[in-house]
């Protein structure tokens, strides 16, 4: 299957699942946390591939008041195409709240002929401003041109973040440290560091933009001791 072909059955395929879920999501009263839908521009710079740039679209559901998805696709000048949804049940507690996360990644790098598959699950707690989780995942690393693949069973899955402000504030930065970001899944001991943001233009509208640096090139390998991808974009909050 061709590099379009394939990205074209990857858009559509996290489509048929997205939208049947944003159908469905009783999410009706101000009880329930909104929906939000964002675009971004994306750009970067690392010795693999040089300066690269590219476009992502991403979607938060509250299915349930106490059920959050997120999911996203992301797609490379590189040649590149990765997907990530992220299934959290939220059960709050006297101080912040305890979730659980399950997560799914998809990455092509079309290029080289190479995907890869993973699957993780953690645990975590927060408050308005605190975050911390911690988890195992299992990746696959297929080749198109073999029936070889290599498959990592067991990584440590981690993510320990600072929001600046409680929730609701009019603009809010978060920065931390990870081994994911929304569309990159590492090694325990190749660490994301990470800083997001936004700024609300207006009761639904707010402008946003994240910043991931890590040490590391495509596959885990020592390419540019630092890498960098930023982006910057717009996002709509509403509710079904």
Known sequence: MSGKKQWLTLVLAWLLGVLPMVAKAPCKTADCDSCEVAVLGIGGQNRTWAGY????????LPVWEHLHIQSGLQGLSSGVMTGLIHVQPVFPVKKGEVFADVTGYYGGFYKYGVSEWLAGGSVGWRNEHISAQIGLSVRWILDRDSSD????????????AYRLKAGGAPWNLTGGVANYSRYQVERA???????????????????????????????????????????????YRFAL
């Open 189 to 235: 001991m190749e660490p994301v560091f990470f800083l997001e943001g936004y700024y609300r233009l207006g009761e639904r509208l707010s402008l946003i933009g994240e910043l991931n640096i890590k040490p590391t090139g495509m596959f885990h390998l020592v390419a540019s001791w630092y890498g960098f991808s930023a982006g910057i974009g717009l996002s």
């Open 149 to 160: 693949k290599v498959v990592e069973p067991v990584d440590p899955f981690y993510r320990i």
């Open 53 to 60: 740039g590219g476009g992502a679209l991403q979607v938060s």
